[in-house]
């Protein structure tokens, strides 16, 4: 059984190409009638928030009135301002935050802050500032922070009431800037990690149950030990010199809570109390003040 085969007709492929062509032509127009479209559309988006920002930029409505700060204890919020480079009147969406930021954060006692517009006419200011756990003895005093940061150099007008760590040398660090803002930074690691340490001291004491106004004074002895000085309580003004360790220090305070409370009972005060005992921590040395 054989098969016939129709030859093709020539004008239907003429057709069937005249309109593939065609369809072809109103896909591309349609595809440019969009694109034109489009960019109509963006031009005059873009132009009407060009002519609104320049309405935004120049408009009274949008001026400066108003800079609410949040956060502040310490800091002037009278000097931030005038530090700041904003006045009165400026335009709201002009005014440069981000140099305005940086003057802030200038200032010694901010350590970190954030900048808000709120419409029509202020600014929102959030400061975040540091923190002063203690004073540190190197040439001069300066304010310790409680991420262990130096920030400024202690004046008689911060008013801190706070114990003092000693034991480093003005060579341990590295004045960067004006000597008024202390930014210091330690020569070696293991300073920081000793401000560190001088630090969980102070958070130790505190979780002890002992008053860190009862503290006076933080010394980082050579071996890695601490040596405290406190006013024991209920024993005057009397100073009394504690030597710590390092291995457990909160077990070391509880035996210290133990010794004095045994020396109250019998009427007698330590001088000097030795806890750094690596062999029996379980024990402590004290040296009796005389009886008068």
């Known amino acids: ?35 034109l479209a489009a960019a ?3 031009a005059a988006l873009s132009l009407g928030l060009w002519q609104a920002w ?41 005014a440069d935050l981000p140099r305005a930021a940086r003057a802030f954060e200038a200032q010694p006692w901010v350590a970190a802050v954030r900048i808000e517009r709120r419409l029509p006419g202020a600014l929102e200011v959030t400061v975040e500032e540091h923190r002063p756990a203690a004073l540190v003895q190197a040439g001069a005093l300066y304010v310790l922070d409680d991420e262990g940061r130096l920030f400024k150099r202690a004046a008689p007008e911060d008013g801190l009431d706070l114990p003092i760590i000693t034991g480093f040398s003005r060579d341990a660090w590295e ?3 004006a000597a008024s803002s202390a930014h210091f930074r330690p020569r070696r690691p293991e300073v920081q990690l000793r401000l560190l340490a001088a630090l969980h001291v102070l958070d130790s004491w505190k979780v002890a149950g002992f008053n860190v106004s009862a503290l006076s004074e933080v010394r980082l ?42 020396l109250g009972r019998r009427g007698e005060r330590a001088t000097r109390i030795d806890l750094d005992n690596p062999a029996r921590p379980d024990q402590a040395a004290a040296t009796l003040a005389d009886k008068r």
């Open 221 to 262: 002895d050579e071996d890695g030990a601490f040596t405290l000085f406190a006013h024991d309580a209920g024993r005057g003004a009397s100073v009394q010199e504690i030597r710590l360790g390092v291995k457990d220090l909160a077990l070391e305070l509880r035996r210290l809570a133990q010794v004095r409370a045994a």
């Open 175 to 177: 004045e960067r800037g």
């Open 54 to 94: 320049r309405w935004a930029t120049a408009s009274p409505v949008f001026a400066l009135r108003e800079i609410h700060f949040t956060g502040l204890v310490r800091a002037s919020e009278a000097e931030l301002v005038r530090k700041s480079g904003l006045s009165p009147g400026d335009n709201l969406f002009r």
């Open 1 to 35: 059984m054989s098969a016939a085969f129709r030859p093709v007709d020539p004008a239907v492929v003429r057709r069937a190409a005249a309109e593939a062509a065609r369809s072809s032509f109103r896909a591309a127009v349609d595809a440019a009638l969009r694109t």
């Open 40 to 42: 109509t559309l963006s």
